[in-house]
């Protein structure tokens, strides 16, 4: 684990971007937050988005949250639930952390849950979603910054369904999360799905499946692929000439992956809770400064931690400081006091954000960067579909 003081969180960029082990004196009067981010192996690319963007939302707070002064453990869960497992008990049994915070993978999150809440420490996703938590396994002490995992899944399937495609190709990774992508889509797509393919999640030639696309002319394709196979499947969608099909994607094009894909992206859409041209004044700040400090476009992952971040700032300072009463925390952590950078943000009865959702495009900026740019509301002040099933009051 890697400790960062208020001194290591305000530091130069460069600084922070090598995450040097600073070594900043326990405060009595402190917080202390146990960050979990993945850094090791090609995932890390997400975990450093998420890192970068709490640390984005200290700076703004003078390295405070609530006023106190606030030490981070930058915990790696190197992708292995048993590691993730090891290294969050010592975070709670032997630094003592008051909130354990991040998350990148839902397979992390569900290793963890236990062991944190059932300590008494409340634990803050900032992108892990799992509806195994939003619904009858629902948690006193644990949050989300982001959304049920299959809420943006349907958000695209509401896209194709308001933009009036009646016959659209699927195409998702053969595990649970990709036919849970496929089921999402299809919960609000109500046209023909033509053809409804799986591959491996090694996937690197997309020829044959592409060649399918092809025959079936399809009004529109859905896809879900995270990472190197996005990569690949956009690059090889472009080369293909199937680009005057739409594609219409899930954590397939975005601020983590668009670097790599460039001008094959170019127009492709989207559906997510927030986008970096969003016009409001906590996202203007957040965007101008995070690229300013760390050199790169945030995504999501970075978004949803700055949230994160300003959301335990507003709950420690609306207790004053007062982290040893737990019932007033939680009360303050689901009053979410605070500007969100997405805009409109309250936690429904499960702890998971009702909020907007956006269908979002491809567009390269003057600077020659690419981001995603929101094209239209899709749906509004949406609850996630487990809501109703919590019992948690």
Known sequence: MTKIGRRGVLGAAGAVLAMPAV???????GVKIGLVAVQTGPQAALGTQLRDGFLQGLKHLD???GGLPAEVLVIDDELRPEVAVTKVRAAIERDKVDFVVGVVFSNILAAIVRPVTESGTFLISTNAGPSTLAGRGCNANFFTTSYNNDQVHSVMGQAAQDSGYKRVFVLTPNY????DAAAGFKSRFKGE???EVYVPLTQLDFSAELAKIAAAKPDAVFTFMPGGLGVNLVRQYRQAGLANIPFLSTFTVDEATLPA???AALGFYSAASWAPNMDNPANTKFV?????GYGYVPATYAAQAYDGAMLLDSAVRKVGGRLGDKDAVRAAIRAAQFSSVRGPFEFGGNHYPVQDFWLCQVAKRADGKFQTETVRKVLSHDTDPYAAECRMR
């Open 63 to 65: 390295g405070k949250l």
């Open 193 to 195: 799905v033509v053809d």
């Open 23 to 29: 070594r900043a004196r326990a405060q009595a009067a």
């Open 176 to 179: 649970q999360a990709g036919r």
């Open 261 to 263: 894909q460039g001008e």
């Open 288 to 292: 101008k400064d995070f690229e300013a």
